[in-house]
């Protein structure tokens, strides 16, 4: 992906890649779990690696943004391209900035070369997060699919 100013936040998206009604109780468990499937998904990510840079930066300020959102990242050496690895919780404590239980989860590996594709991202997923029904519609979600199918019709709008 070049580092344009425009980013689909559905052709990121893939069925290995998005995880449902996840119910981990505790924020690091979960972390460690996302991490680890975040390297099965794209194998050029290091799951030890990746979830020390998670964690580091979780460590420095919760990514945790309110609105039932996180976007836990971090820049995983070896990636070439943004990668991204979505998940529903069925609401988590996660020190959030507004101090309400995570529910969307957006993780991130960020190419060392491209580390403005962060906050690209990060425009283009809070302009899509203010629609409550586009959020309420995720979270019940049943299947990959029909995560991928939910935002290419919001990206449209």
Do not use: W
Request: net charge negative; charged share 25%; aromatic share 8%.
């Amino acid at each position: 992906m070049s580092s344009s100013r425009e980013i689909s936040v559905s052709d990121l998206l893939s069925t290995e890649a998005i995880i449902l009604n996840l119910t981990e109780s505790n924020k690091i468990l979960l972390l460690q779990f996302l991490c680890s499937r975040m390297s099965k998904a794209y194998l050029d990510i290091d799951p030890k690696q990746f979830f020390l840079g998670i964690m580091k930066r979780e460590n420095e300020l919760s990514t945790g943004i309110g609105n039932h959102i996180a976007i836990p990242h971090t820049v995983a050496d070896h990636t070439q391209k943004l990668h991204l690895l979505f998940t529903t919780h069925t609401g988590i404590e996660y020190d959030s900035l507004d101090g309400k239980p995570v529910r969307l989860i957006f993780m991130l590996a960020i190419p060392p070369a491209e580390k403005q594709l962060y906050s690209v991202f990060l425009m283009k997923v809070s302009q899509l997060m203010r629609i409550s029904e586009f959020r309420d519609a995720l979270i019940e979600a049943k299947t990959s699919e029909e995560v991928i199918e939910l935002f290419k019709k919001y990206e449209k709008v």
